[in-house]
């Protein structure tokens, strides 16, 4: 079980700094890497970029609080487990947190050891996630973005890696076209734009990889899920 926590990454989404600091501190040692970040701002771009296994949030926070940057990480990916720290107890933050998708909900203060053994649980799970097999003997690493084929590295661009992981994390759902635009480009991107990267991918894996669902958006099949 040991191994299994040294592979995950997590991140800490806490604006009390020495909060964020001690709770990294405690559990560091247990996982590959822990990163923290101030705000749900600053949360959900270092969950685009840093891609972690777990999140652990504040509810209350300055400019995007945790429920809200929640609600914008499950867009992305539905199976991302968000564990949510807060100094409520009332039943109507619990009651929303669980209604946005939440794992777990500790109170503060809180022992670091108890979300530890929470991340234990779920550590199994997250490994059994981390390779998909998907048609054509296509084989995605979701740890390390990459997809082989017969044993063989395909060469894909950064985005093209991004949207492979995007369809495999809503496995077998389709992916609204607006969704794929936001998730993968800081600018505004047409539809035409979004057909042509599909279509060169396509030609460098196979045309049966990523599947169009007319008008709504697009979707891989996992065929371990």
Do not use: C
Not at 50 to 64: E, G, H, R
Not at 126 to 131: A, D, F, G, V
Not at 188 to 204: A, G
């Amino acid at each position: 079980m040991q191994d299994l926590l040294k592979t995950l990454k997590i991140l800490i989404v806490e604006d009390e700094k020495r909060l964020a600091q001690l709770l990294k501190e405690a559990i560091s040692d247990s996982f590959f890497k822990v990163i923290i970040a101030k705000d749900g701002i600053e949360g959900l771009k270092k969950y685009k970029s840093f891609k972690p296994d777990i999140v652990i949030t504040d509810i209350m926070m300055p400019q995007l609080d945790g429920l809200k940057m929640t609600l914008k990480i499950k867009e992305i990916d539905s199976n991302t487990p968000i564990i949510v720290l807060s100094a409520h107890s009332d039943k109507e933050k619990l009651l929303k947190a669980i209604d946005v998708g939440i794992n777990k909900y500790f109170i503060k203060p809180f022992d670091p050891d108890e979300v530890i053994e929470h991340i234990k649980k779920l550590a199994p799970k997250i490994e059994k996630q981390k390779i998909s097999i998907l048609k054509d003997e296509f084989i995605f690493d979701n740890n390390n973005f990459s997809l082989h084929k017969n044993e063989q590295l395909i060469n894909l661009t950064k985005r093209e890696k991004e949207f492979i992981y995007l369809l495999i994390k809503n496995k077998n759902s389709i992916v609204k076209t607006q969704t794929i635009k936001t998730s993968l480009w800081d600018e505004e991107v047409n539809d035409e734009r979004l057909r042509t990267f599909i279509k060169r991918l396509r030609l460098k894996t196979s045309k049966d990889l990523i599947e169009n669902i007319s008008g709504q958006g697009y979707l891989v099949s996992v065929l371990n899920s």
